[in-house]
């Protein structure tokens, strides 16, 4: 019996496609820490886990995996996330970047697939423009509370976008005016309001969009989707936006931006290799000695 | 350094499509990629940006091979790179299934036009892909009097992930 018997389903080889891909996650909070676990238990192989944060008391009633105990240490999200991933899989390639997504480019390019869990449309907005010069798909998962006349209105959305396919300009997520409006809260219900079963429901939605895109199940596999749920009705329903923007290729992110402006091969060659460390002299005679 | 080719399966399939058109007189057509470049530490990733089929008045008639460029789609090719700023990565396919390999007319045919996009875009590095209905691999100059090397990993991006080659 195989750890991963029961998801055959999913392909022949759907297991060495799953061990040999890298995901990035980027946000390592209430939607990154449930991507994580997620994608340690369906047996993904790689992770650039990024966030700069370290976990405290208000994190705990959403962040998997988080416990008391990383409070009082105040461990790094990047540490729990890992230490959930490689108790599912010991043999995972972790790669921790304890910064700002933007210090980690170099690394978040080398990505598969990108899981973004940011709390900001600007971000969002960078964060995507980034995977797309890189042909790179991002998975964009939010949330959010509202207040109303009969309570909260607990909402969210996921949204695949895939090079050349509609971005999240295109499905309206991110316009000129809620990034100007950006100052104000994400949310209308006091700090940042955030809660682990809304959280569980995207990241699910989010991790089955991956698993559709690396190892489909069926043959209607999608490059885009956008979903929409409406915590207080309990469902995830496609968005009228997604229907109505299939096979219109985006205006923002044209095909001719892919890569990096500057880049030049004559300069990348030129930067030298580091020079590996000498040995001591004495480990040298150590070595003569026993005749290596 | 690892060198990765990546390319979205829209545009992939819109080429192997393109591809399989005959041609009045050649047995396969052939066309070009441009690519945008992108380094990770030493590593250096290619990304496709855009297809050009090769004219059909461009072929030159010769049945010793499948296809054989004239000058002019060259110099179409020279002047896309040119203009635009792009690596160009000439591209044909062998059709079947599994990775295909480059055969030794193709080796040396890449070899005498290939280095001379380096005279209008000496930033990027510039190659040459192969096909086939399954996979792809490719091989890359990254100076206009180096030997080419092979391209580590072709990767398609979209409604589903392929990556053929060593990872």
């Given amino acids: 019996m195989k750890r991963l018997d029961r998801q055959s389903f999913l392909g022949p080889d759907s297991e060495k496609t799953l061990q040999g891909l890298t995901i990035g996650i980027v946000g390592l909070g209430g939607g990154g820490a449930q991507y994580a676990q997620q994608a340690a238990h369906i047996g993904i192989g790689g992770y650039m886990l990024v966030d700069f944060d370290r976990i405290d008391l208000t994190n705990t009633n959403r962040l998997v995996g988080g416990t008391l105990l990383d409070v009082l240490r105040r461990r790094h999200k990047t540490a729990i996330a890992a230490r959930t991933i490689r ?195 004495w480990l040298g005679w150590i070595a003569m000695l026993f005749g290596r | 350094m690892k060198i990765r080719f990546k390319i979205t399966g829209d545009l992939l399939e819109a080429i192997r499509t393109d591809l399989m058109r005959p041609h009045a007189f050649a047995h396969e057509r052939i066309g070009f990629i441009s690519a945008g470049l992108s380094s990770a530490g030493k590593d250096l990733i290619a990304l496709a940006r855009a297809y050009r089929a090769v004219s059909d008045e461009d072929y030159l008639n010769d049945p010793s091979v499948g296809a054989m460029m004239g000058r002019e789609a060259i110099r179409k090719a020279l002047e896309w790179s040119l203009q635009a700023g792009h690596a160009m990565f000439h591209v044909h396919t062998h059709g079947g299934k599994g990775i295909p390999g480059f055969s030794s007319l193709d080796l040396r045919e890449n070899r005498k036009f290939v280095p001379d996009f380096f005279k209008v875009s000496p930033r990027f590095p510039h190659g040459a892909l192969v096909l086939s209905d399954t996979a792809a691999c490719g091989q890359i100059w990254l100076g206009r009097t180096k030997d080419p090397v092979a391209i580590d990993d072709c990767t398609v991006v979209g409604a589903s992930f392929k990556t053929w080659g060593r990872k």
């Fill in chain 1, 87 to 281: 108790s599912l899989n010991p043999s995972a390639r972790i790669v921790e970047i304890r910064k700002s997504w933007h210090d980690a480019v170099e690394a978040l390019k080398r990505c598969d697939v990108i899981l973004g869990a940011v709390d900001s449309f600007r971000e969002r907005e960078q964060l995507e423009r980034f995977a797309r010069r890189n042909l790179i798909p991002y998975i964009d998962v939010g949330m959010d509370v509202h207040e109303t006349q009969d309570g909260h209105l607990v909402s969210g959305q996921v949204i695949l976008s895939s090079p050349g396919h509609p971005c999240l300009r295109c499905y309206g997520l991110i316009t000129d005016e809620n990034l100007a409006g950006e100052a104000r809260k994400y949310g209308a219900a006091g700090g940042r309001p955030q809660v682990v079963w809304p959280n569980a429901v995207l990241a699910s939605s989010a991790i089955g969009m991956l698993m559709q895109t690396v190892t489909p199940w069926h043959r209607r596999s999608v490059a885009f989707a956008y979903l929409v749920y409406d915590g207080n009705k309990g469902t995830v329903m496609p968005s009228p936006r997604a229907a109505a923007l299939a096979n219109r290729p985006c205006p923002h992110h044209p095909a001719d931006e892919t890569g990096d402006p500057l880049f030049d091969i004559r300069g990348h060659l030129a930067v030298p290799s580091p020079t590996p460390r000498a040995w001591p002299r």
